[in-house]
């Protein structure tokens, strides 16, 4: 899809499958059964998407999916398969070594698991040349865990990328290219941030976890993993309205990997794809 000067791109990394009643929060099963309905263990498939942003001078990738160091356990409890980001990219004609900025909306290891990969001994940043650009928050409270966060939070995936000078730390809102900004969105986490890309009248948004999917548009329809969920409430109040009045294309981070518009009738939001 074209947004102005900017080619944009969204895939999947491939299907995770988190605990359903964890993903819809107080929403009872009967309810969110009928949209995602539920395997053996209780857990619903999510595609891990990632959005490619490209003009003359710049390749973005924002969300890395899960990455190769899992071991074959966690690859089991979340149902992870092989990653396809990297072929993902090279279908689109994009090599790491092209890429010149990496972002993570946060830093779970459902988003930046492919920052790095193993190789022989080191962890090393997938993406040579790319500055890896997140929230200076977010990077603090998933280099000092807790013990309610530190099962989403794997170091292997962002620590190493300090040592090697990759890291760009920003605060609140930032344009790192111009037409592409981040802004921080306290719910999911406290360093949780969105993409917006802005060309020539035209805004494509990239939600993050705190609105992770097209059923999560109902308000009340808030993950039990986001930590501030009222905040997510008021996050998603605000940024609906923007989102409708300014006519925006959106695509999330684990629907499948799809652009469209968002409309309200009757008090109920609705999200319809838009062709490329
Ligand atoms: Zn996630």
Redesign the pocket.
């Known amino acids: 899809m074209r947004i102005g000067r900017f080619a944009v791109d969204i895939f999947s990394d491939g299907v ?1 499958k ?1 605990d359903g009643g964890s993903m819809f929060g107080v929403i009872p099963k009967p309810l969110w059964e009928k949209v995602k309905p539920a395997d053996e263990r209780n857990r619903v498939a ?1 595609d ?1 998407n990632s959005l490619l942003i490209r003009d003359a001078d710049h390749v973005v990738v924002v969300e890395t999916g899960a990455g190769s160091k899992l071991s074959v356990k966690q690859r089991e409890i979340f149902g992870i398969e092989t990653p396809r980001l990297l072929d993902e990219l090279k279908a689109r004609g994009v090599g790491p070594a092209q890429v010149t900025l990496v972002v993570n ?2 830093l ?1 290891f ?2 930046s698991g492919g920052n790095t990969y193993r190789d022989g001994e080191k962890i090393v940043p997938t993406f040579p040349r790319a500055s890896y650009v997140f929230q200076r928050l977010e990077w603090e409270d998933a280099m000092h865990a807790n013990e309610r966060t530190r099962g989403s939070y794997l170091p292997d995936d962002y620590a190493p990328l300090e040592a090697v000078g990759k890291l760009e730390l920003i605060d609140e809102s930032v344009e790192i290219i111009p037409g592409v900004r981040l802004d921080r969105v306290q719910g ?1 986490t406290r360093g949780t941030q969105t993409v917006r890309v802005s060309d020539r009248g035209e805004t494509l948004f990239f939600s ?2 705190f609105m ?1 999917d097209r059923h999560h548009l109902p308000l009340p329809w808030i993950s039990a ?1 986001d930590l501030f969920p009222l905040e997510t409430l008021a996050a998603k109040r605000l940024i609906l309205r923007r989102a409708i009045d300014e006519r925006w294309i959106v695509g999330f ?2 629907d499948l990997p799809r652009l469209g518009r968002i409309s309200e009738s009757d008090a109920k939001y609705r999200f319809d794809e838009v062709a490329d």
């Open positions: 995770f988190p999510m891990m909306t946060h779970h459902d988003h999911h993050s976890d992770p993993f981070t684990h």
